[in-house]
Nanobody, 117 residues
Framework: QVQLVESGGGLVQPGGSLRLSCAVS????????MGWYRQAPGKQREMVAL???????AYADSVKGRFTISRDNYKNTVYLQMNNLKPEDTAVYYC???????????WGQGTQITVSS
């Protein structure tokens, strides 16, 4: 069983920055596509950023130029650097590990990000 543990959430003012981390308990981290998703109250969960093991990334249009996803394959950790945060970024953020070959998904417990003055 793959476990994901997120950290780094909290309250931040508009225009501020935060970095989320997600530690993954697997010895085969590099076979998973890693991603960050978020869910705001009353809305569906949406993709924020994805990063394949080989490096290709994808971002939601709403975060392009502000968020950066990165991964450290030696530490089995994926990060989400969030800059210039806006109130509409307020949501619970979830880390995801996707095993492409089996289409299996693993999720973290979620971490709350609140952007407010």
């Amino acid at each position: 069983q793959v476990q994901l543990v997120e950290s780094g959430g909290g309250l931040v003012q508009p225009g501020g920055s935060l970095r989320l981390s997600c530690a993954v308990s697997t010895i085969r981290f590099n076979i998973y596509r890693m991603g960050w998703y978020r869910q705001a109250p009353g809305k569906q969960r949406e993709m924020v950023a994805l990063r394949a093991a080989g490096g290709p990334t994808a971002y939601a249009d709403s975060v392009k130029g502000r968020f950066t996803i990165s991964r450290d394959n030696y530490k089995n950790t994926v990060y989400l650097q969030m800059n210039n945060l806006k109130p509409e970024d307020t949501a619970v953020y979830y880390c995801n590990a996707h095993h492409v070959a089996s289409s299996t998904d693993y999720w973290g417990q979620g971490t709350q990000i609140t952007v407010s003055s």
